[in-house]
């Protein structure tokens, strides 16, 4: 018993850095009133409870779950805490709203320059229109991040044998991921943040936008595939 609480508490010992540099790195992508401190006592809080669960039956390597579980705690810690002001949290429902509204309007749109549109109805500045729409794709990091990135997904882009340095490499994506999110059209941000922001199911979503459910499916799973496969041209 002695012997391996030894053993958990040089593991602990061994990955803490990582703790810190995810942290950091995370940190610099959210506003001032996230603390770094904060995430890196959720992170440690996560490789403290991998470390004491990791069970090697699994077939899953320590590194790997263990890395994973350190990002995983503190992305819950910063789903849990309301860390946007207020005031753009209405900016974004407000360009959110606009856009279901504009989608449901014209669904053959491709909406090449919506952001000019919205910031003309809402009577806004197209760059503060546009400074939202980063932060609305920063949240939908978020909640993609666990779907792309957790080892127990079997369509996740973790792999089993992963060293601690291939998976922090990985960690160090989640910018890379936002500009991928950037990149998609407009109809297809919409579909990821209704479905993994707001939790609607696919029905609510096509009854949201105006198409049929099954469309709705087709659309969701070519989105995953393009953020999969471009996100696996990076790595």
């Given amino acids: 018993m002695l012997e391996d609480y030894l053993n958990r508490q040089e593991l ?3 990955y803490m850095p990582f703790v810190r540099k995810i942290a950091y790195d995370l940190v610099k992508s959210l506003p001032p009133s996230v603390s770094v401190e904060d995430l890196i006592q959720e992170g440690a809080l996560g490789l403290i409870g991998a470390v004491e669960r990791f069970d090697p039956q699994r077939n899953v390597k320590l590194s790997t779950y263990v890395m994973s579980r350190i990002k995983g705690a503190m992305l819950d810690y910063l789903r849990t805490i309301d860390w946007m002001p207020r005031t753009l949290r209405k900016q974004m429902k407000a360009i959110e709203n606009k856009k279901i509204e504009l989608m449901d309007l014209n669904p053959q749109e491709s909406f090449e320059n919506m952001n000019e549109e919205i910031a003309k109805a809402l ?5 503060d229109v ?3 729409e980063r932060e609305i794709s920063r949240n939908q990091v978020l909640s993609l991040d666990k779907y792309l990135f957790d080892e127990e997904n079997e369509e996740s882009i973790v792999s089993e044998d992963e060293t601690p340095k291939e998976v922090f ?3 160090e994506l989640m910018d890379k991921l936002q500009r991928i999110i950037e990149s998609l059209t407009e109809r297809e941000k919409m579909i990821l ?3 993994y922001e707001k939790d609607l199911t696919f029905k609510e ?3 949201v936008l105006d198409v049929s459910e099954s469309r709705i499916c087709q659309i969701h799973s070519t989105i995953l ?3 999969k496969g ?3 041209e990076v790595i």
Wanted: proline share 0%; hydrophobic share 40%; net charge negative.
């Fill in 12 to 14: 602990v010992k061994e």
């Fill in 123 to 127: 009577d806004m500045d197209s760059k």
């Fill in 130 to 132: 546009e400074l939202v």
């Fill in 169 to 171: 490499e990985k960690i």
């Fill in 193 to 195: 943040s209704l479905y």
């Fill in 205 to 207: 979503i096509a009854e």
């Fill in 225 to 227: 595939t393009k953020i």
């Fill in 230 to 232: 471009m996100m696996k």
